[in-house]
């Protein structure tokens, strides 16, 4: 009995090493494409800001500043995070934004009521109260709130920009997408850390119960010895 449990533990043994093994290739197999991956998207930030500083040379470092931001700027891309998910990083892109219809029948509609409100008053009130009907139709016009489409932010500098203002634009996008695949990359190096160390916490536990099955198997060997002497 004693021997069959210690085959049993060192095939568990054997077992849990060759995982360890192939776990620690798998692991530096994507750590190798991780650090790929960083050198090029580094490269890709350097490109980047290269043509940021000659766009600001060429077109002055007034016009490439945060004075000719938008102040209606709105995000073009969202950063999801699902855990649960095999690649818990994504980017999506946000849809532009166009007229609110709500807001553009509700509009409509109040204009009809003013209208019709105006045309059941009295004449003789309405020549009095002229001017303070039409001052109170000048909102309603305002009513209507048009949102805006997101356009290119090159716009912000001027309609003619720089070739290397649309050159960095171009890099510094390729590497937000560059980033988003590190981020899914690390997250894959993690779990495969816990993974290794649950298997080398495993390992350890198995071999303290092997030397504990030899320690109880040599001790009754050494009684059995002895009672036959």
């Known amino acids: 009995m004693p021997a069959a449990s210690v085959t049993t533990i060192d095939d568990s043994l054997d077992l849990v090493c060759k995982e360890l093994d192939q776990l620690a290739l798998t692991y530096l197999y994507k750590l190798n494409r991780y650090t790929q991956a960083r050198t090029i998207t580094t ?8 043509g940021l500083a000659h766009a600001k040379y060429t077109m002055g470092a007034k016009t490439i500043s945060h004075f000719s931001y938008d102040e209606r700027m709105k995000a073009q891309v969202q950063l999801k995070v699902d855990y649960s998910a095999k690649s818990p990083y994504t980017m999506t ?6 007229l609110e219809p709500s807001t553009k029948t ?14 059941q008053k009295d004449p003789d009130d309405v020549a009095e109260n002229e001017e303070f009907e039409m001052d109170e139709k000048k909102p309603l016009k305002k009513g209507r709130r048009i949102i805006k489409a997101i356009g ?7 309609l003619l920009v720089s070739p290397s203002l649309r050159t960095s634009q171009d890099h510094f996008q390729t590497a937000t997408t560059h980033l988003i695949d590190l981020a899914n990359m690390i997250h894959d190096l993690q779990i ?7 298997l080398q916490d495993k390992k350890d536990h198995l071999i303290r119960q092997r030397m504990n099955k030899d320690t109880a198997v040599g001790t009754v060997l050494e009684s059995t010895t002895t009672a036959v002497d």
């Open 93 to 98: 892109h946000i849809p532009s934004e166009t």
């Open 192 to 198: 495969m850390e816990q993974q290794y160390q649950a």
């Open 152 to 158: 290119n932010p090159l716009h912000w500098f001027g």
């Open 43 to 50: 490269s890709e930030l350097q490109k980047g800001f290269l």
């Open 106 to 119: 509700k509009g409509l509609r109040q204009r009809i009521e003013k209208e019709s409100e105006w045309m």
